[in-house]
């Protein structure tokens, strides 16, 4: 499987975003599709998954509300939704992919795309 994140750039506080996951490859609908994000000097965090087949979906408390993600019907990309954007929210983020639910950890990664909130 092979991702390839995009759609980082600058925005304002307050501002949205989309990002996009091109994903290729055999997948299944066991897997479950994510997003991560590192920040200067911290760790990389989860923001926000979802199953490949659709339906659940989890978020990190601090983008409850203001982030989703989805994918296309032809299940070819998987995209993070980000509104109200904060400085905080800045970071490099990765999409990832791993074979089920369940499991831990990601078995693939994209390279990261960066998104830089300004205040």
């Known amino acids: 499987v092979q991702l390839q994140a995009s759609g980082g750039g600058l925005v304002q506080a307050g501002g949205s975003l989309r990002l996009s996951c091109a994903v290729s490859?055999?997948?299944?609908?066991?897997?479950?599709m994510g997003w991560f994000r590192q920040a200067p000097g911290k760790d990389r965090e989860f923001v926000a998954a979802?199953?490949?087949?659709?339906?659940?979906?989890w978020f990190a408390d601090s983008v409850k509300g203001r982030f989703t993600i989805f994918r296309d019907g032809a299940k070819t990309a998987v995209y993070l939704q980000m509104n109200s954007l904060r400085p905080e929210d800045t970071a490099i983020y990765y999409c990832?992919?791993?074979?089920?639910?369940?499991?831990?950890?990601?078995?693939?990664w994209g390279q990261g795309t960066l998104v830089t909130v300004s205040s």
């Open positions: 979802m199953r490949w087949s659709g339906g659940s979906r």
């Open positions: 490859g055999r997948t299944s609908s066991s897997y479950a």
């Open positions: 990832a992919v791993k074979r089920t639910v369940e499991a831990d950890p990601y078995d693939y």
